[in-house]
């Protein structure tokens, strides 16, 4: 009996993985040029480390988290998300007596949410975000956003959207949650059981509620930016300012709120703009400022900022917007046709190979006609045929699948050869317009 995928998730092959290497990179790529150091945390964690810091009053602790009880007895939790992981990290390993401050990393992996799949909502899905934690300054919230800018921008998404707002100190976040609980108690008769818990552990909590009818009521809610105190407004209004100053444009949502309890001060999250034809597949990534967090978990009380992208909202966005070709082929199709040959060409292959051309090259004896399809479907930009006269002339015949121009190249020059005509080859592409 054939045995399905688990619900929500789902097998990355092929092309696509290769979309998700180009993003992952690039991502790794523009962090290192932030100075931000790769941190790899597990995949388990006590379950106790998400209660404390996720939160309780969050829907990702109360309804989505993958918690089991091991053989030992201990409760344990796939993790919805790695920045508690971290701030476990630098705790259990102290490197918060580092003086070195800020202490900036930079992660990827997968992270485990029980939610109903949909469009850019999986129940495993991959994230990569940084942390940096020990500096608390509006300059340090603007590079953290300057940074989730700059990677969608590099991977060819500069059209997002930023938006920003602040939950603010503790003075204006209790001030808001009052005047939230005040509202809120006027309609709470109306509103769905979740609203109902919330209003009791964080009011904020229910300007997150999907039900259609409490989202109407939610409109009417107070906004946070009528709570925020003189300090928090200035430290919001100098994020905007820096990141205006070298040209990322963001707009103030004051109903943005976050679904994970440690935030205080900024929060913000990129968005697409509405494209006809592309599914609305939420937030491509978030984050914000945490103020308590590692402190929380054990540690000094050092405040911090972060953000996380979900890389399977960014991949499918690339495909569906840009219409990104995820079968790139391969630089060379080797082919042999008869047994000898075939063997003379496994250590050509593995030589080209050594000087980094991606090369595939037939096994089985098969004619011409029959390779050079081979070849196509492979989306190789050459073929090199090796005939006898080409074996004992120590010479191969390397064709343009593109234009079927051929060249014979002696075997001594082909490495250098290859390079140019693959130059030229990219050159070409790059200049005249894809065919219809
Ligand atoms: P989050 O908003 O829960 O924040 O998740 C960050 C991103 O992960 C989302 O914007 C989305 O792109 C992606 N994501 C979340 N859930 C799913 C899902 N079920 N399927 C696919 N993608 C998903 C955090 O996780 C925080 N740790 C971010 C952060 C880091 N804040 C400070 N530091």
């Known amino acids: 009996m ?21 993003i992952e990179h690039t991502a790794m790529q523009v962090a290192s040029c932030y100075g931000y150091k790769e941190i790899r945390t597990p995949i388990i964690e006590h379950t106790p480390l998400f209660l ?43 490197l918060y007596a580092n003086t070195d401050l800020p202490l900036k ?5 997968p992270c485990f949410r029980y939610e109903r799949p949909q469009a850019g909502r999986y129940r ?26 700059r990677v969608l921008e590099t991977i060819g998404l500069g059209e997002v959207r930023v938006l920003i707002n602040s939950l603010g100190d503790e003075e ?45 009521i939610v409109k009417g809610a107070p906004k946070m930016t009528d709570y925020l105190s003189p300090a928090s407004k200035a430290y919001l209004e100098s994020v905007i300012g820096i990141l205006k100053s070298i040209g990322i444009e963001t707009e103030i949502d004051s109903t943005l709120v976050r679904g994970l309890d440690y935030y205080t001060g900024v929060v913000f999250e990129y968005h697409l703009p509405k494209i006809e034809g592309v599914d ?29 992208f979900g890389i399977e909202r960014l991949a499918y966005v690339i495909k ?83 234009t079927q121009e051929q060249t014979l190249v002696k075997l001594e020059d082909l490495e250098n050869v290859l390079h140019s005509l693959l130059n030229a080859y990219y050159a070409s592409e790059y200049e005249s317009p894809k065919e219809e």
């Open 105 to 109: 990393f930079f992660y990827l992996g």
């Open 320 to 402: 569906t917007v840009h219409e990104f070709d995820t079968n790139f082929g391969i630089d060379v199709y080797l082919m042999g046709m008869n047994d000898s040959i075939i063997e003379k060409n496994f250590a050509l292959a593995d030589m080209l190979r050594g000087s980094g051309f991606s090369v595939e090259s037939n096994y089985e004896v098969k004619s011409m006609g029959s390779l050079f399809k081979t070849a196509n479907r492979k989306k190789a930009k050459f073929a090199i045929i090796v005939g006898e006269d080409e074996v004992a002339k120590k010479e191969v015949a390397v064709k343009n699948l593109k």
């Open 2 to 22: 054939e045995i399905n995928p688990v619900k929500g998730t789902h097998d990355i092959i092929g092309g696509e993985a290769n979309l998700y290497s180009m």
């Open 280 to 308: 609305n597949i939420g937030a491509l990534g978030a984050g914000g400022h945490y103020a308590n967090l590692l402190a929380e978990v054990g540690g000094p009380s050092y405040e911090g900022i972060g953000l996380a």
């Open 124 to 149: 495993q899905f991959n994230q990569f975000g940084v942390e940096s934690v020990g500096n608390p300054s509006f300059f340090q919230d603007a590079e953290v956003i300057a940074l989730g800018y």
């Open 172 to 216: 204006s976040r209790t001030a808001y949650k009052e005047a939230l609980r005040k509202y809120f108690s006027k309609h709470i008769d109306k509103m769905c059981s979740d609203c109902k818990r919330r209003l009791e552990v964080n009011p904020l909590r229910i300007l997150d509620c999907k039900v259609p009818e409490d989202i109407e």
């Open 52 to 94: 404390r810091s996720v939160g309780e009053s969050s829907d990702i602790v109360n309804k989505e988290m993958y918690t089991f009880e091991d053989k030992g007895g201990r409760s344990i939790t796939l993790r919805p998300e790695l920045t508690a992981g971290i701030m476990r990290s630098i705790v259990t390993n102290k």
